[in-house]
């Protein structure tokens, strides 16, 4: 009997020292960039030295900030340095800014000894404003996949209040298969959740999830016609631009030709300059030729020259017939009548 009974004592005072030690350690948690403070229960004068310790999830262990009557305040580590301070009256621990890495457990020792308190700080990331995804399912039109993507705890509820069991969704988050309830104002919410807060998304309305199947084929078909539409005017208006450059392009080639025969056939100097000076060119001499059309050469061939109208003695030619002398090579002549 008194065996049993000092035995039940001995665990129950177990489990009340057990308990004390663990109410010695605080959970605290913030979000990145914002700030912190840990401070002992009690600090007894009187006091030469404060040190808080930072240990790492990984159990590294190093100094946040320290304080000795003789050196002052200094924090020796580069991840605490310009963000931390500390009230040497009070033993209280400031840090601002915070980041991930300053995630850990945070012991203080006062005059080199270590104190029962600690704190365990767990820096979370801001909470966003959730956003439903939606998924039609092809082969059920009256059934959807909502999606909320984050990697904590996620809460779906829909417009009764009432709360959805999700699905794990890859690479992160949640969904849930909602059906047609026949009602265009049920809705469906996704609330993300950390230690410190909750965030809801906008209501998602069942009138947005599912359209009736004959306006959508309508829409469906009206899009097609306006994407023909517009497909054809798109050509009508490729063909017009294709006809206008082609006739500018022919314009371009035909307006200096126009302007070269018109000075050809009625200039007359420019019709000399040309002709002396391509007339024995290939092909030149031949487009001459041609715009020059029945027009008769009356230049004589270099053996002949007119001598005049009459014959040596000076009497007038028979029927006006002109004395035609022939050159000889040797500069004699042969008169013809």
């Not at 009340?16 to 403070?37: H, L, P, W």
């Not at 026949?182 to 998602?204: K, M, Q, W």
């Not at 359209?211 to 050509?235: I, R, V």
Request: hydrophobic content about 35%; aromatic content about 8%; charged content about 25%.
């Amino acid at each position: 009997m008194y065996p049993l009974k000092y035995s039940t004592t001995v665990i129950c005072a177990l489990f009340i020292t057990i308990g004390a030690a663990s109410d010695q350690e605080v959970n605290v948690f913030r979000e990145v960039g914002g700030k912190v403070s840990f401070r002992p229960t009690s600090i007894n004068p009187p006091v030469g030295s404060i040190i808080w310790k930072y240990r790492s999830s990984t159990g590294y262990v190093k100094k946040a900030i320290e304080w000795d009557e003789v050196d002052g305040v200094s924090a020796p580590n580069q991840s605490f340095r310009d963000i931390t301070s500390l009230d040497e009256t009070t033993g209280e621990i400031t840090i601002t800014d915070l980041k991930f890495e300053h995630s850990g457990l945070y012991t203080i020792d006062i005059n080199s000894k270590e104190q029962e308190q600690k704190f365990n700080l767990e820096v979370l990331a801001l909470l966003p404003k959730p956003v439903i995804k939606l998924e039609k399912i092809k082969v059920n039109p009256d059934a959807v996949y909502l999606i909320c993507e984050y990697s904590e705890t996620i809460i779906w509820k829909n417009s009764t209040g009432g709360t959805l069991k999700g699905s794990p969704h890859s690479p992160k988050g949640e969904l849930i298969t909602v059906e047609k309830q026949g009602n265009p104002d049920f809705f469906y919410t996704c609330t993300l959740e950390n230690a410190l807060r909750n965030s809801t998304s906008d209501p998602v309305y069942e009138r947005d999830l599912f359209k009736d199947e004959d306006k959508q084929l309508e829409e469906g078909e009206a899009k097609q016609n306006d994407t023909q539409l517009e497909k054809g005017a798109a050509k009508r208006n490729d063909g017009g631009s294709l006809w206008i450059v082609s006739v500018k392009i022919l314009i371009l080639i035909l307006a200096p030709i126009i302007v070269f025969v018109i000075m050809y056939k009625f200039w007359p100097t420019f019709h000399k300059i040309v002709h002396d000076n391509l007339k024995d060119k290939p092909c030149i001499g031949a487009i001459l030729k041609r715009l020059d059309g029945k027009n008769k050469d009356y230049s004589l061939p270099p053996q002949l020259v007119i001598i005049a109208e009459t014959n040596v003695n000076g009497d007038p030619q028979p029927d006006g017939e002109p004395n035609v002398q022939h050159l000889k090579e040797d500069g004699e002549d042969e008169t013809e009548k």
